[in-house]
């Protein structure tokens, strides 16, 4: 594990977070996944929300201004600088989703796990990550998760990057095409049923399931040629189209949307 946890500052140390949210394809995965954040935060105006894998603040500071109650948890010292340096009133602190003991059960009303899922790579530390969630989470909370997919990264890198052949050979894809991951390779790709299967481990009942850029990682260079008119009607249209489950799964991420009962 300290393998992966320095490999992934590395890679963070270099990789632009705050610039990717503010990419085309990062503004409809950002408008997007606030509008889903505001739904469920409606009913709590004093909520208290904890940011897992905050990176530099992008909806943790964010939230913050709107006057939610804001605790992020970020692993990258380069990227928690970054939040800090924001000056806002989130309260931030270096950490692992896969340990959260600084906090006492059952404090917050929403916690976001947007980005540590996509870095753990067993069955045993993405039910870690998802049951520490759980346990700060208060009894009637949301719980947002967002996951990296399956089928995106076939699609892009075996494919259209032309890495098919080895990426068979070296059995980084099952003869059904499912992503076999490694620390080495930093991101882990998971399908709904692997999803489903967390869910029902770590007892925690869906709401919704979103796909919160849909088509937009694979169509980069057409939304950055589009005009403010145009790109203003794609974020219409993926809107209109993120809850469908027909399209769960074929996009670069998915949001799952959980409630804790238990």
């Known amino acids: ?69 804001v605790t992020a948890v970020e692993l990258v010292k380069y990227n928690l600088g970054i939040l800090k340096s924001k000056q806002s009133s989130v309260k931030a602190y270096q950490g692992n989703a896969l ?16 980005g540590p899922m996509y ?13 520490e969630a759980k346990r700060v989470t208060k009894k009637g ?55 489903n299967a967390l869910n029902k481990v770590v007892k925690l009942r869906r709401l919704q399931i979103i796909s919160p850029d849909g088509p937009a990682n694979y169509m980069r260079p057409v939304l950055n040629a589009m005009d403010e008119e145009t790109f203003g009607l794609f974020i219409d249209y993926h809107l209109s189209t993120c809850e469908r489950q027909d399209l769960i799964g074929a996009g670069a991420h998915t949001l799952d949307i959980l409630i804790r009962e238990e």
């Open 1 to 69: 594990m300290a393998k992966q946890m320095t490999e992934l500052e590395q890679y963070y140390n270099k990789f632009n977070e705050e610039k990717r949210l503010l990419s085309r394809h990062g503004q409809v995965e950002y408008i997007t996944t606030m509008q889903y954040i505001h739904k469920y935060l409606a009913d709590m105006p004093q909520a208290s929300v904890l940011d897992i894998g905050a990176g530099t603040g992008r909806y943790s500071v964010a939230l913050a201004e709107e006057g939610y109650d």
């Open 99 to 114: 340990n959260l003991k600084r906090f006492a059960d059952e404090c917050f009303d929403m916690t976001l796990l947007f």
């Open 141 to 195: 909370g949301i719980i947002l998760v967002a996951y990296c997919m399956n089928e995106y990264c076939v699609l892009t890198y075996a494919f259209k990057e032309n890495h098919i052949r080895e990426c068979m050979e070296e059995k980084r894809l099952t003869s059904d095409f499912h992503s076999r991951s490694s620390e080495k390779d930093l991101y882990d790709y998971v399908r709904i049923e692997d999803i």
């Open 119 to 131: 870095h753990l790579f067993t069955m045993e530390d993405k039910v870690r990550a998802l049951a």
